[in-house]
């Protein structure tokens, strides 16, 4: 038997396919992770064949990082930004089998591969913060769901334009004054706040890129105690929790259970985002725990793979995924 052939009937795929970028990790059955790859951004609501040609790209890297052969590996897990709707699951589901890279394959929304990753048990509710915001529950009985479309308080996108919003009512008065209006102009090298608005609104102006980074502009603001960047995260922060909430009844989940937490904009260093959001959960239902999830998606949708193969997920096994995936290098965005 060749030792690719070896490899292929030992081996699991896990697949993070989010907006900005697609994870591809390659662990054996004992949980050592083997081979990982990188592509571009894979939402199949934008440019779909783009979207499928990144898939193939990071499982291609991720594969030669291995030295797997193209034999099917036991089993692969697609955690997938646009995994929404029936039809999109009836799509990746359709690509799987045609690529054919395991015998076992199985599709979940990007939010559930958040929620697998946040704990060894992969149990309560996650909610993921980055570009954009997911939100999944898990009971004990099996039952999940993820908000999907239903998501209304989003990440670092709409922060952005919060922010924004901010900076003009102030600069018209409406608002008082607030120290966003500074830090917002030097982060986009505005010279002032009508050439700001010019920018993103000019007929033959091109908007400035990478919006939701100035999420941290306004995080940063508020930790540093300006008022009204102070509201706005706390309001964010709550709507979030009104959410978590709505997941955890939608699988019955109640009294002492785990939150977990995961994302850029919640791994900022201010904790008042994530205060606000565990205030208002905490109101309904106090015994519920946080818990930071210190790895990223791809690690839930390995566990997945992983589980669908036949594994029980032990405390070893977590443990040897944790020691052997790629660093922090690999996830920058």
Request: net charge negative; proline share 5%; with cysteine.
């Amino acid at each position: 038997m060749g030792v690719s052939e070896w490899a292929a009937n030992d081996l699991v795929l896990g697949i993070d396919a989010g907006n900005t970028k697609t994870i591809a990790l390659i662990a054996d059955t004992s949980g050592t992770v083997r081979g990982y790859g990188r592509a571009g951004p894979s939402n199949i609501y934008v440019q779909p064949e783009q979207a499928l040609r990144h898939l193939e790209d990071a499982v291609a890297a991720a594969k030669t990082n291995a030295g797997v052969g193209r034999e099917p590996l036991q089993a692969v897990t697609l955690s997938a930004t646009g995994a929404d709707w029936p039809e999109d699951f009836t799509l990746l589901e359709s690509e799987l089998r045609r690529w054919h890279w395991a015998k076992r394959q199985q599709v979940v929304n990007d939010a559930v591969g958040a929620l697998r990753a946040g704990s060894l048990e992969g149990l309560g509710v996650a909610v993921a913060c980055g570009t954009s915001a997911g939100i999944a529950a898990r009971s004990a009985d099996g039952r999940v769901w993820h908000s999907s479309y239903w998501q209304e308080p989003e990440g670092a996108e709409e922060l952005a334009r919060v922010a924004l919003r901010a900076v003009y009512r102030a600069e018209l008065g409406i608002d008082p004054p607030t120290q966003l209006t500074n830090r917002v102009l030097a982060h986009f090298e505005m010279p002032s706040v009508e050439a700001l608005l010019h920018s993103f609104t000019g007929r033959t102006q091109t908007a400035p890129a990478h919006l939701g980074r100035l999420a941290r502009v306004l995080l940063d603001a508020a930790a540093a105690g300006d008022p009204t960047s102070f509201r706005l995260v706390q309001k964010h922060g709550a709507a979030l929790g009104d959410y978590a909430l709505a997941a955890a009844g939608k699988v019955n989940l109640s009294g002492d259970y785990l939150l977990t937490t995961s994302g850029g904009v919640m791994r900022h260093p201010s904790p008042i985002l994530r205060e606000a959001l565990m205030a208002r959960v905490q109101e309904s239902c106090p015994d519920v725990r946080w818990q930071a999830s210190h790895h990223e998606p791809v690690f839930g949708a390995l566990l997945l793979a992983l589980e669908l193969a036949g594994c029980v997920i032990s405390p070893a096994l977590f443990g040897r995924l944790e020691e052997t995936c790629p660093d922090d290098s690999l996830f920058l965005t």
